[in-house]
């Protein structure tokens, strides 16, 4: 088959925060992409306002380099940035669709870890050729011989017997920061002996396969992401598989229903650096944006008019969180925000299946309610962020596992956790796991005080799990979970074992009630916060909720005395994060989201609605 030898397209991946972004980074500088002294901000690619403020990938990015070769030769390459982190698993499977190999990223001291698990399996279910980067070896806590045997060990965990040959992988160690990376072994903590990423793009073109073709096949180009113009409108983000696609050319459209439209392209994008320039064609291998289709999906193939042939629709993981989303419904609702109502809220959902895979939206019994399913909890919160900047006002509800039947048999979904802990709180993150149904599957000791514990866990104990760990091991602890497929329903257990302080009136709180308030337990408001029948208000030690006067004034007299004044010393509020309040919330708790606030709420507001609810749970 003939190939395209000056064209290369490479996925990057690795686990979260092991410099995917940083090394993209470096690519393009030294590829020329930017003016010298030209001032372009650090982690180029992560363009969301929310990807820059969490210091994570959230969507799969296109950028492409053109790279001088030793021999003198220009050639393109295109790379793909794709999220580390297992909840944008989808953009990561639409990623490695339009590559003909990977880079994997691996941090010299932390080594492989779940996520790196959860790429590196979706880059050899697919049987790409893989490049391995030791990057950070410059760290001074890097342990590049021990990294390089876990990987080795992690490819052998996940290699079928007839894959062997993949074991054949080139190595590159390299200091993404720095821009360096070499072929030969640095010492621990030491930089690559290469002033340049030159060893990087060598091992690129020798070990990532250039794209091939049929001479002579009809057009074929497989659309794996979406985009917009607010010139042009949609766009669609394909790859050429086979034929040629040019500005104005009339191809058929395979929707994914199976239907076959015929359209014309507007406008036809290539990708250079970051910046999409019109072209006028594309040929078998290149990664382009078009024009003109309004209605476009992910998964959908544009073939020729005469005789088309479509190319499989694209397959996701099946999500394992799920978690309702309504209008809001407290009595302060349209307090803030802008976009308040049932259909608009459908609206922004349905635009969101469009450009996102991994996502679906089912109905409830209510019908300003939706369940909306996902990867996990930090994907769905990241959706109700953006939908909250977009100035929705929303009711959360608490995150919930996905259950599936399995020969008759309720399977829930299991994870892969773990944690980097110090080796005093080992007893203690034990004894959490085993509240949660864990089991230990694997532990390490790397000999500097520090442990490394693996658990399979029932996806639903690691709801609201986060927040306990940290304060169980004094902010010290590191953990990370992947998905491991599903297991027989473990049977129940608690995972809160504190109660709420909840408020039994509308009001603005007091300091003088919050005094007496603070013993009680945590406080979450601060003196002149709005209130409400039914708000949470704080935590209660134990493991009932407390009903509360939050608003309580004190009672003026005419008797002055000079010390009954004073200042009543107030303990600063707990102030959470909107993943902190989803993970707090109990089983009949809720969110109430807004542009500018988020409550803690009880689903039923009533303190007699409340009491029903008990005694019917009692009695059923």
Not at 220 to 248: C, F, K, M, W
Not at 297 to 313: F, V
Not at 315 to 336: K, Q, W, Y
Not at 576 to 604: N, W, Y
Request: include cysteine; charge should be negative; glycine fraction near 8%.
């Amino acid at each position: 088959m003939p190939i395209r030898e000056d064209l290369r397209n490479v996925a990057i991946i690795a686990h979260v925060d092991h410099g995917k972004t940083t090394l993209v980074d470096a690519m393009l500088w030294q590829s020329g992409a930017f003016r010298e002294g030209s001032d372009v901000d650090n982690r180029v690619m992560d363009s969301m306002d929310l990807e820059r403020e969490k210091g994570i990938t959230i969507l799969a990015k296109n950028t492409a380099v053109r790279h001088r070769r030793p021999d003198g030769t220009e050639a393109t390459v295109n790379i793909i940035d794709t999220p580390g982190h297992a909840d944008f698993g989808g953009e990561v499977e639409r990623g490695l669709e339009m590559v003909d190999g990977v880079v994997l990223l691996v941090d010299s001291s932390e080594g492989p870890l779940p996520q790196t698990r959860f790429v590196l399996r979706k880059a050899l279910a697919k049987k790409l050729p893989i490049i391995v980067v030791i990057n950070k070896v410059d760290r001074p806590d890097a342990r590049i011989s021990a990294v390089v045997d876990d990987v080795y060990g992690l490819f052998m965990d996940l290699l079928d017997d007839d894959s062997a040959d993949i074991l054949d992988f080139p190595i590159v160690f390299a200091s993404a920061k720095a821009g360096r990376a070499s072929m030969t072994q640095p010492e621990d903590g030491g930089m690559p002996d290469s002033p340049d990423l030159e060893p990087l793009f060598d091992a690129i073109f020798q070990h990532i396969p250039a794209p091939s073709y049929e001479e002579g096949a009809v057009l074929q180009a497989h659309v794996t992401n979406l985009d917009a113009s607010p010139y042009l409108g949609r766009l669609a983000l394909l790859r050429v598989i086979n034929g040629e696609l040019r500005r104005g050319q009339q191809v058929a459209w395979c929707k994914t229903d199976g239907t076959v439209q015929t359209v014309k392209l507007t406008e036809l994008l290539m990708t250079e650096a970051l910046e999409r320039k019109p072209a006028e064609k594309a040929g078998p291998g290149d990664i382009v944006a078009i024009a003109g289709i309004p209605d476009i999906m992910i998964g959908e193939t544009l073939s020729d008019p005469e005789n088309p042939q479509p190319l499989p629709l694209i397959h996701v993981d099946e999500p394992s969180i799920s978690m309702t989303i309504g209008i809001n419904t407290s009595p302060l609702a349209g307090r803030s925000g802008k976009n308040l109502t049932a259909r608009l809220l459908k609206n922004r959902l349905d635009q969101e299946l469009i450009g996102n895979v991994s996502i679906r939206v089912l109905p409830t019994d209510r019908p300003d309610t939706w369940e909306v399913q996902g990867r996990g909890e930090l994907q769905l919160a990241i959706l109700v962020e953006m939908m909250r900047r977009e100035s929705f006002e929303l009711t959360v509800g608490k995150p919930q596992v996905v259950t599936k039947l399995v020969d008759g048999k309720v399977h829930e979904p299991i994870e892969r956790l773990t944690v980097d802990v110090p080796e005093e709180f080992l007893g203690t993150v034990t004894q959490l796991m085993g509240l949660r149904r864990g089991r230990m599957d694997t532990m390490v000791n790397h000999g500097t005080g520090w442990v490394r514990l693996e658990f399979l866990v029932p996806a639903r104990g690691l709801i609201g799990f986060r927040t306990e760990f940290l304060t169980e091991t004094r902010g010290t602890g590191i953990m990370h979970h992947v998905s491991e497929g599903y297991e027989p329903w473990a049977g129940d257990f608690r995972t809160r074992p504190t109660g709420s302080l909840v408020a039994d009136r509308q009001g603005v709180v007091t300091s003088y009630a919050l005094f007496s308030l603070q013993e009680r337990g945590t406080m979450f408001v601060a003196p002149g916060a709005e209130v409400y029948e039914g708000m949470i208000v704080g935590e209660n030690p134990r493991a009932e909720d407390m009903d509360v006067n939050p608003t309580k004034e004190k009672k003026l007299t005419n008797v002055r005395s000079s010390t009954a004044d004073e200042l009543e010393r107030l303990i600063p509020p707990k102030v959470m994060s909107m993943e902190q309040a989803l993970e707090f919330c109990a089983g009949d708790e809720c969110l109430e989201v807004t542009p500018d606030f988020v409550r803690i709420r009880k689903v039923a507001l009533s303190a007699n609605d409340r009491a029903k609810l008990r005694n019917r749970a009692k009695k059923g």
